[in-house]
């Protein structure tokens, strides 16, 4: 069974600009989770989807984003770039719920400049 | 929300030696689980082991949720097991319920 996938691995972007990503969950799980990772914050909690729904959502400002299409497949969104934005933003699958054991994907490494 | 402490933050040992990693939280949790980062930053599932016993070869966990902990045994270290390793846990109630981590014990392995 495929993994998780995530593209693009490595981006670069300007302050101001926006990016997407996305996320292909393993095959048969219906949710899908987004985390950042930073060096001085650590692994984050971003937003759950599910059924094309955000079930969960962390702490994080509203130019961060994201949606869940109908093959469980979903992409992030974030607006309006900052610096602080780079990061290695991860995207976990799991069956049904995040309580469900967690798969993470490769990573698509952010650098903003 | 709920705190996960891991300790030690750095672990230096030689190939062949045993470790004990450690992961403290402060609530009752739906989900724990183990991961290894590796160098490419990817996450590598170890255990999803919200309570008790598991062993995968020279790795074992144990969580005892009553006591709000979790062991993670490595033996017979090799320099493959160098890297950090994150413990995560999921709380229903009063938070985001995503998956919280411990900043991590940062293993390194010497030949």
């Known amino acids: 069974k495929a993994g998780v996938t995530q593209t693009p691995r490595y981006l670069i972007k300007t302050r101001g600009q926006q990016v997407t990503l996305s996320c292909s969950p393993i095959?048969?799980?219906?949710?899908v989770s987004w985390y950042q990772q930073t060096p001085g914050q650590g692994l984050q909690f971003l937003f759950e989807?599910?059924?094309?729904?955000?079930?969960n959502k962390g702490n994080f400002p509203g130019r961060f984003s994201g949606r869940q299409f109908s093959n469980s497949r979903s992409e992030m969104n974030v607006s309006t770039l900052e610096l602080g934005d780079s990061a290695l933003y991860l995207c976990?699958?799991?069956?049904?719920?995040?309580?469900?054991?967690?798969?993470f994907g490769p990573g698509t490494r952010l650098t903003v400049l | 929300g709920i705190q996960v402490e891991q300790s030690p933050p750095d672990l230096i040992l030689q190939e062949g030696a045993n470790s004990t990693l450690r992961c403290n939280f402060s609530?009752?949790?739906?989900?724990l689980q183990w991961f290894h980062q590796n160098p490419w930053g990817q996450l590598i599932n170890l255990f999803y082991?919200?309570?008790g016993t598991k062993q995968n070869g020279r790795l074992s966990a144990t969580t005892v949720a009553t006591e709000r902990y979790s062991l993670l045994y490595i033996s017979s270290s090799q320099t493959t097991d160098s890297g950090v390793y994150f413990c995560?846990?999921?709380?229903?109630?009063?938070?985001?319920?995503?998956?919280?981590f411990g900043k991590g014990t940062h293993l390194i392995i010497q030949p």
């Open positions: 995560a846990v999921g709380f229903s109630g009063g938070g985001a319920d995503g998956l919280t």
């Open positions: 989807y599910f059924s094309e729904t955000q079930r």
């Open positions: 095959s048969g799980h219906r949710s």
């Open positions: 976990a699958s799991s069956r049904d719920s995040p309580f469900n054991e967690q798969f």
């Open positions: 609530d009752s949790v739906n989900n």
């Open positions: 082991i919200p309570s």
